[in-house]
Structure formats: structure tokens, C-alpha cells
């Protein structure tokens, strides 16, 4: 056997991507967006005010915070942080917990007396909205920081709509929401409470007002058709919730039932089992895989010790029982009736089976135009089809939630604005998403996320106390520090440190960096080490036009 050299001749004629005579692609740095502030319905910048914190920079945090969000304790304690769904550290261990981060911001800043620091637009207008609730109370912050004058009128006597009257104090304390929304008071928005508008238009050509934002929240429980026998005691969900906070709640006596699957549905058995029912059962028609309440409001339901009656409605109600028939699913998972029946003891029956707006007050505007349940259409800039009105949160079709309804308030104000000076507002074009595929982490960590403590179930059922608890500064420093910057650099150096031709440069602390071109091959090498996606490779500019013309871009 003769001895050979087995390593195969170069193919000089052919290339392919990589480094060589000719740059075919180079590397730019590129903003991209976080799937956090993506799936965030307020419209935060999370990922712009974790930086801060995670730099204990603590109040520029907040600052930050409440350019886009008005309510941050609010929303550390109430919102079901779809940002934290979205984000991809939960490829690698947990999500960042950004709600508790957020929480303790909020808190901070009641604490320390914070307040908002902004510079006013000059030429503002009178704007009146109806409705204390989120949306309003957002709507209002926003528009007094473009400069603004603005009054809120609210039919009820506590301003705050579906938070202070559905949602209980165990997870959204009273004094918390009435702080932020006395910060919103002191900013100059006039807040008028038992105050029902019954005429839009009178009320606006009156106050000499130049615009309207209609955001009346989703009070009024949907009816359902029960037979009542003996005139048993029934009550709406809504109703009931907004008693309990009273100082007058409804006692329904030692068995209640509440009929629906929602969160309403959660709040209300809960609150009854606080204030004395040594039964709280839940009937839903579906299965719980299909109940629209979130999981873990199911899940510290039954462990504050709530029964549920899955796959059953209710068909009649009696003095101290009710019928229930049990339901099954048919192949496309809609309930049918199966014609078993039993029989539940029950003093009183909750119903939390959906709320409506109440509109009507809308009907004779010309131009505004509703759907089939009341709720009023509007365009892309939140105006209705009559000049100068708009809606948002409850009062528009699409979800329900707080901070969804907040988001709508903000939204809407800057079309307001935009429509009130003459200068038409539209976002800016998105970025491109990050996902978690498009991250390159060459560090791996095992940093789980803070568990914040809460009371436990048999501690809890019995008492109106905050059940989550805030968390410390190290904590929040921590939890801050777990984010990965996803598709923005934070100058970790390690595409300064990777580039085996120098040809990145660095600009000093806060400015990023800079390639030379005149050194740079295209070889990617940042690219594929950037661990948040910062760095994109592009084609060469003109390199097919380089080289018919026998130009060549060299390296």
C-alpha cells in the first residue's frame, strides 16, 4: 500500500459563507423585540425598566415604568402576566417573575412618596371621560402628561370601576389602589364620583369640552333564565362582590353556590367562604380544562377548601336546594344534558355567568354604532362613528382585563391627542420578535425564579388579608438580574471578546460598540455568540453589483 497525503485539494473556484477574499455578508447591530414587552396589553417597555433595576436604580425604574403604566402596585398584584408566559427564560429554567419586580417598584414608590416627572405638551384641550375604572383612570394620566386637562365622571362612589368593586381586597388591598389613584388626582385630573352621565353630548357641550372617552366598565351581570321556586334568594356575582367590600356585605347563609366558571365565579366562592359560609360550591357546565378562570385561581380555590361540581348546570332552585342535571361533552366539547339529575343543598345561588356594559346612555349619538351585546364599535384610532367620542376597555368588543383595559386607556389617549391638535398618531413600525431559538446563551445559570410567600389555604379562607406578599430589594435585584436582555445588547463584551480580527469597537459604557469594516471578514463569529440576539448578519451592500463589475469589497 503506497502512503498519500488523504486531505482533499482545496476547490479554489467555489466558496462558500465565511471568510475569505470577499466579504459576502456583514454584521450589524440590531434593537429587536423582547416577547415580553410584546405580549404586555399595557404596552410596558419591561425590559428598559428591569435594566434599571437590575442596576438599583430603583426609582428611574418606576419612572420608566409609568410612562407607559400609571397603576404599577396595582398591576404587580391583579394582572395575570402574559409577559411572563411570553418569556424565554422559561426555555432555560423559570420566567423572570416581573409582576413581583413590578409589585415591589409600586410599592416602593407609595412608600418613598415618588411622583411622576414630566414635561407637558403646551395647547391642550378639555377632555372629559366616563368611567373611573382602569381604562378611564389610564386614559386620564396619559393625557395629562401630553398636556391635557382632564375630568373624569363616575356613576358610583368609589372611583377605580371593576377593581374596587369586583376584584377583593385579599388580592388587590384598598389603600394600594386608592394611593395610585390619588397620585393620578394630584397630577391635576379632576375626578367627579356619583356622578351618572345620562346625556354625553349635553354634558360636553356644557364643560366646553373638545373630546369624550367612554370607558364604563362591564357592571351589569348577564341574565340567565332559572326556575325559582319559593323565591329562593338569587343574587348577581357583581353585586354580590361589590357588597363584600362594603361595610355591609351580603350574608347568603351556611351553603351558597355560585353558577359559572370564571374568575368572577372564583372571587365570589371565595368571599363567601370568607364571610361565613362553611360551603362554597361551584357549578360549571364544562370540565376544568375549559373553564376560562385561570388555573391557579382553580387551584387556591380548592385549596381554601371550595367544592366544584364540574359538568353540571343548574335547572331549578328551591327553598335550601337546587336540581342540577349532569352535562357531558360531545366531540366538539360542548356541553349537552345526559337527563340524570341531583339534588344540592344550597341557601343561596351566586351567579357569575358574564357582564355587560351598560350603554344605553350611547343610543341617541348619532354615528355610534354597538354590537349584539351592547358593547360600542370603534375604529383603529378608538374613535366611534361620532366625531369626537371614543371607548375603550369593558365598553369595546375583544377581552376583558385589567390590564388590557388600561392599555386601551393609554392607546386611546394618544389618539385623542393626536386627533385634538390636528397631528393624526400611529405607532412607530415593531421590530422583529425574539424567540427563544434566536438567543445564543453560551452561559448557563441556576437561578430559579423568587417565590414570593403567601398565607396558606386554611390560613386564608378565613380572613380578607393580602394572601401574596411583596418581595425585598435583594430579592427584586435578583429577579431582575435573571432577564436576558432578549434581541437588545447590554454590553457583556462578548463580541468584543470573540472577534479574532479586532474589529469591534467599543464606544464606552451605555454606547455599545462599532465595527470596522476594514477589518471585519463576515465570519459571524459575534453573531453566533450574542447571548440576546443583538447582532444581525446581513448581505454585503451591493456585493452582487461589486462583483459583475470585478470590484471586490476586501476584508
Excluded at 422583529?432 to 386554611?458: C, F, K, S
Aim: aromatic content about 6%; proline content about 5%.
Amino acid at each position: 500500500m503506497t502512503q498519500g497525503d488523504m486531505t482533499h485539494q482545496p476547490e479554489l473556484t467555489q466558496t462558500h459563507l465565511g471568510t475569505g477574499a470577499l466579504r459576502s455578508r456583514r454584521p450589524i447591530y440590531q434593537d429587536s423585540l423582547p416577547p415580553c414587552n410584546d405580549a404586555c396589553p399595557a404596552g410596558e417597555n419591561i425590559q428598559a425598566w428591569l435594566d434599571l433595576a437590575q442596576a438599583g436604580k430603583f426609582e428611574a425604574a418606576w419612572q420608566k415604568l409609568i410612562e407607559e403604566n400609571p397603576l404599577p402596585a396595582v398591576h404587580g398584584r391583579v394582572c395575570y402576566h402574559p409577559c411572563e408566559s411570553a418569556c424565554n427564560r422559561n426555555f432555560t429554567d423559570t420566567s423572570v417573575s416581573i409582576h413581583a419586580v413590578e409589585r415591589f417598584l409600586g410599592d416602593m414608590a407609595l412608600q418613598q412618596g415618588w411622583t411622576p416627572r414630566f414635561e407637558p405638551k403646551t395647547g391642550g384641550r378639555r377632555v372629559l371621560i366616563v368611567g373611573a375604572g382602569p381604562s378611564g383612570l389610564a386614559a386620564a394620566y396619559h393625557l395629562t402628561r401630553l398636556g391635557h386637562q382632564v375630568e373624569i365622571r363616575d356613576a358610583r362612589s368609589v372611583a377605580g370601576g371593576m377593581i374596587s368593586v369586583g376584584i377583593p381586597s385579599y388580592r388587590m388591598p384598598r389603600a394600594e389602589l386608592q394611593a395610585e389613584i390619588d397620585r393620578i388626582i394630584a397630577m391635576g385630573v379632576k375626578i367627579s364620583l356619583n356622578h351618572r352621565v345620562e346625556d354625553l353630548t349635553a354634558e360636553m357641550a356644557e364643560g366646553d369640552f373638545a373630546a369624550a372617552f367612554v370607558a364604563v366598565g362591564a357592571h351589569i351581570s348577564k341574565k340567565i333564565d332559572i326556575p325559582n321556586r319559593d323565591a329562593s334568594r338569587i343574587v348577581d356575582a357583581v353585586s354580590y362582590l361589590d357588597k363584600a367590600n362594603s361595610d355591609q356585605p351580603l350574608l347568603l347563609g351556611r351553603k351558597v353556590t355560585v353558577y359559572g366558571g370564571g374568575n368572577t365565579a372564583m372571587d365570589a366562592a371565595r368571599t363567601a367562604k370568607r364571610l361565613g359560609a362553611s360551603e362554597a360550591v361551584v357549578v360549571y357546565r364544562r370540565d376544568r380544562k375549559s373553564m376560562p378562570a385561570h388555573d391557579f385561581e382553580v387551584q387556591e380555590a380548592l385549596e381554601e377548601g371550595i367544592e366544584f361540581k364540574w359538568l353540571h348546570t343548574i335547572t331549578e332552585v328551591g327553598e335550601g336546594q337546587m336540581t342540577i342535571e349532569v352535562m357531558e361533552l360531545d366531540e366538539q366539547g360542548q356541553p349537552k344534558p345526559t337527563g340524570r339529575f341531583e339534588t344540592l343543598d344550597s341557601d343561596a345561588v351566586i351567579l357569575a355567568v358574564g357582564q355587560e356594559s351598560d350603554t344605553d346612555f350611547l343610543r341617541g349619538i348619532d354615528g355610534i354604532a354597538f354590537k349584539r351585546d351592547g358593547t360600542v364599535i370603534v375604529g383603529q384610532d378608538m374613535m366611534t362613528g361620532h366625531e369626537g367620542i371614543f371607548a375603550g376597555g369593558d365598553t369595546v368588543p375583544g377581552d376583558r382585563s385589567v390590564t388590557i383595559a388600561t392599555g386601551h386607556g393609554k392607546r386611546a389617549a394618544r389618539y385623542i391627542d393626536g386627533w385634538l391638535r390636528g397631528e393624526p398618531f400611529s405607532y412607530p413600525k415593531r421590530h422583529p420578535l425574539v424567540d427563544h431559538n434566536m438567543i445564543h446563551l453560551w452561559y448557563r445559570t441556576d437561578a430559579p425564579q423568587v417565590e414570593q410567600q403567601h398565607l396558606e389555604g386554611e390560613e386564608r379562607s378565613h380572613s380578607f388579608e393580602e394572601i401574596v406578599q411583596g418581595i425585598s430589594a435583594e430579592q427584586a435585584l435578583f429577579e431582575a438580574r435573571r432577564c436576558f436582555s432578549c434581541g437588545n445588547c447590554f454590553e457583556c463584551d462578548g463580541c468584543y471578546g470573540s472577534c479574532p480580527e479586532d474589529a469591534i469597537i467599543k464606544l464606552g459604557r451605555g454606547k455599545r460598540y462599532r465595527f470596522d469594516f476594514e477589518r471585519c471578514t463576515g465570519c459571524a463569529v459575534c453573531f453566533e455568540q450574542c447571548p440576546c440576539h443583538a447582532i444581525e448578519m446581513i448581505p454585503e451592500p451591493d456585493a452582487s453589483a461589486a462583483s459583475l463589475s470585478g470590484e471586490q469589497t476586501h476584508a
